[in-house]
């Protein structure tokens, strides 16, 4: 890039569990500038998790599920010749956690359930459980990686 990188903004923590990744969780989840709703969205997602989830700490439950669906390696185009390759790369760690949090709220809006905190909490579930539709996703992306393996040598 020919101009300086960007700074990055200090994330303020979330009002209930004082933790920045919450709040980088919501500020994802929110539309058109609607914060307030969002964090009641995945509050009530976190209590709908904490009651279905009795025997386990709701909070931990997410973080696990964001870490469940967190991709390690990705596969990136790049044209060498006349051909575009596939090439399996590393993830800098803010892109692994932005991958996994944008891909669970993706997942989550797309469920069957009535609300978007059942939809989020269902989500959570089964990305904690290691099944669900981010969890494939992360799986998908995996697997790409390793079938293109051959050509990790075009690397950047």
Do not use: C
């Not at 969205?41 to 386990?56: G, M, N, P, T």
């Not at 909070?59 to 390759?85: C, D, H, I, M």
């Not at 669970?104 to 989020?120: Q, S, V």
């Not at 909490?121 to 459980?129: L, N």
């Amino acid at each position: 890039m020919r101009k300086t990188r960007a700074k990055s903004r200090p994330i303020l923590p979330d009002p209930r569990f004082n933790n920045v990744d919450v709040t980088r969780f919501v500020n994802n989840m929110m539309l058109d500038g609607k914060k307030s709703i969002a964090y009641q969205i995945f509050y009530s997602a976190i209590d709908i998790v904490q009651e279905r989830l009795k025997d386990e700490n709701a909070l931990e439950v997410w973080k696990k599920a964001v870490e469940n669906v967190t991709p390690q390696v990705e596969v990136r185009s790049r044209r060498v010749g006349g051909a575009t390759f596939q090439i399996p790369q590393q993830i800098r760690d803010e892109r692994k956690t932005s991958m996994a949090v944008k891909a669970m709220i993706g997942y989550a809006r797309k469920r069957n359930e009535k609300t978007m905190a059942d939809k989020l909490a269902g989500e959570i579930i089964a990305a904690f459980k290691e099944e669900g539709a981010s969890h494939k996703k992360k799986e998908d992306t995996h697997r790409m990686a390793e079938a293109n393996k051959a050509f990790s040598h075009f690397r950047f």
